[in-house]
Nanobody, 126 residues
Framework: QGQLVESGGGLVQAGGSLRLSCAAS????????MGWFRQAPGKEREFVST????????YYADSVKGRFTISRDRAKNTVYLQMNSLKPEDTAVYYC???????????????????WGQGTQVTVSS
């Protein structure tokens, strides 16, 4: 059984930065694509970014491209999301997810995933 635990959320002013972390434990995620999704109040969960099992491929939603960077440390079984130039519309609960045997684009298009974290709140004030 695998587990994903997010951390790093918080309150930040517009234009600021945060780095989210997603630590995977309980099983190896070395062959899993991983990604970040978010859900704002009253809205459906949406794709933010995904990264391939080896870190060679990344994929971003248009709304965050150029501002967010996803990365992973396979030795630590951890995925990161560096968020810069944050906007109030980035306010949401951010969830980490993992999928085995898939591509970054296919993972972005799916609503169900093999593993989900519990989420971490990001609030951007104007």
């Amino acid at each position: 059984q695998g587990q994903l635990v997010e951390s790093g959320g918080g309150l930040v002013q517009a234009g600021g930065s945060l780095r989210l972390s997603c630590a995977a434990s309980g099983r190896t995620f070395s062959t899993a694509a991983m990604g970040w999704f978010r859900q704002a109040p009253g809205k459906e969960r949406e794709f933010v970014s995904t990264i391939s099992w080896n870190g060679d491929y990344t994929y971003y939603a248009d709304s965050v491209k150029g501002r967010f960077t996803i990365s992973r440390d396979r030795a630590k079984n951890t995925v990161y999301l560096q968020m810069n130039s944050l906007k109030p519309e980035d306010t949401a609960v951010y969830y980490c997810a993992a999928d085995r045997f898939t591509t970054v684009q296919a993972m972005a298009a799916r609503s169900n995933h093999d593993y989900w974290g519990q989420g971490t709140q990001v609030t951007v004030s104007s």
